[in-house]
């Protein structure tokens, strides 16, 4: 009886929380500009990472991995899950060699809402993202983009 009132709760959850057991793939566009991934680790943080093209630096190319922390009880819609989330983590910025710009290493701090359909598997996404440039010296810049996901399960 047990297991039957757990399946039952479990079920209730819906589609959307069956992708906080997946992985997904899509794109960002913005600054940076390119794929992304997401692996959900718990029903509320998932890795995050990334490789894009800046449109600011327009030859660099952009690695990125996060932690990211979801906050599920902070706004509700009427259809589907709109999780709040922050989390932390680091990029790396490959400079041109042509153009003598360095290769840059920083931690980034996102900060985003995901939309997480109810019947299909997709996400959709928005992010700011501050990043703290520790190396080759200090520095600060500010990514934001928007994205969707594929959830393979």
């Not at 979801?70 to 910025?93: A, E, M, N, Q, T």
């Amino acid at each position: 009886m047990r297991a039957l009132v757990a399946a039952a709760a479990f079920g209730s959850v819906g589609v959307a929380h069956a992708q906080s057991h997946g992985f997904g793939a899509g794109i960002i566009v913005g600054e940076p500009t390119g794929l992304c991934g997401k692996l959900w680790q718990t029903r509320s943080t998932a890795l995050d990472f990334g490789a894009a093209w800046s449109f600011v630096d327009e030859t660099d190319f952009h690695l990125h991995f996060d932690i990211l922390v979801h906050r599920f009880d902070v706004l509700h819609v009427d259809s589907g899950k709109l999780p709040l989330y922050y989390g932390l983590g680091v990029r790396i910025k490959f400079g041109n060699g042509d153009q003598n710009e360095d290769t840059r290493v920083g931690i980034r701090f996102p900060l985003g809402l995901d939309y997480l359909l109810a019947k299909d598997p997709f996400d959709v996404f928005v992010e700011v993202v501050p990043i703290l440039d520790l190396a080759p010296e200090t520095e600060v810049s500010l990514n934001a983009s928007v994205g969707f996901r594929y959830w393979f399960h």
